[in-house]
């Protein structure tokens, strides 16, 4: 089984570490998944800098393949976070750099390399939404991150993406059990197959169309941070599916979801023990690191 994260890259730069670390949603898809067993690959855009380098090796470091990528001139995207108690609390982006101004378009050779593999997995961080009916139409599943935003929420956006999603995932921790119930049956209803909910200690809960499964969460009691947590539960969810043998137009019974939610809580649970979004931080260059970030 082979899953593709298409998209998004990201530096993660901890200004209370002065610590960058690689990241990005498609990225860590691609990356748990490989640490689930599953051959792994990304496919994206690099800035032809200091950082898009560092991107590139940390990634194909963690043994997933990044041959397919592009590297354009330009800056790569940084965002800008600290830890509180645990949880990162984010400062602040360039907007994703090179990689979401001049993002991938899926054409020709792309499409069959895309084609090879079970699950390709976006957000809405990638600028992807416009090869979503590409994807759609090719044979490996499709999932999306619909993040926790509420731009990403409206009527017109959901119905860019839902239609052409065979799971879709949202962040509703700031969400009540009703609302975040109420939400993903919209989603459902405007296309998507499945859709899964995460929220944070409160756990998670999917839903089909057909069924609703709730699971709860494995608490942790000293988070060393949680960057990529959800990511984290989306790929122990997806490849738990995947290995119950979800596939193109097949619903999962019941107990594989109920399992899956298990599976993913603990990918979410180890991910809280990890620095960054997968390790591999580097001391932040003294050429990049601005006398306003140290306030912050």
């Not at 994703?96 to 997995?121: I, N, Q």
């Not at 993040?147 to 990403?152: A, L, N, V």
């Amino acid at each position: 089984m082979r899953v593709l994260g298409f998209g998004d890259n990201i530096v993660d730069r901890f200004v209370d570490r002065a610590v960058d670390y690689p990241g990005g949603n498609s990225v860590n898809v691609a990356v748990y998944a490989r640490r689930l067993g599953l051959e792994a690959a990304y496919l994206g855009v690099f800035g032809d800098d200091d950082l898009g380098g560092f991107l590139r090796e940390s990634i194909a470091a963690q043994g997933v393949a990044v041959g397919r990528c592009v590297v354009r001139p330009g800056e790569s995207g940084v965002s800008h976070l600290r830890v509180d108690d645990g949880d990162r609390v984010f400062l602040g982006w360039n907007g994703g750099g090179v990689t979401v101004r001049e993002p991938l378009a899926l054409d020709g050779e792309l499409l069959a390399y895309v084609s090879s593999f079970d699950l390709v997995h976006s957000s809405v961080y990638s600028r992807s939404e416009s090869e979503l009916p590409r994807l759609a139409g090719l044979g490996p599943l499709v999932s999306f991150d619909l993040s926790s935003e509420e731009e990403f929420r409206t009527s017109s956006y959901l119905d860019r993406v839902c239609p052409h999603a065979d799971l879709v995932l949202m962040s509703c921790s700031h969400l009540t059990e009703a609302d975040t119930r109420t939400l993903l049956a919209d989603v459902v209803r405007r296309g998507a197959r499945l859709a899964l909910a995460t929220r944070g200690v409160h756990g998670a809960i999917a839903h089909d169309g057909r069924v609703t499964v709730g699971a709860g969460a494995r608490q942790v009691r000293d988070p060393v941070d949680t960057m990529g947590c959800g990511d984290a539960f989306l790929a122990g969810f997806a490849v738990s599916l995947l290995r119950g043998g979800w596939t193109k137009g097949g619903a999962p019974a019941r107990h594989l979801i109920e399992r899956a939610l298990r599976d993913g809580a603990a990918a979410a649970y180890e991910q809280c023990l990890v620095e960054g979004a997968f390790g591999h931080g580097r001391p932040v260059m003294a050429s990049m690191w601005p006398a306003s970030e140290r306030e912050n």
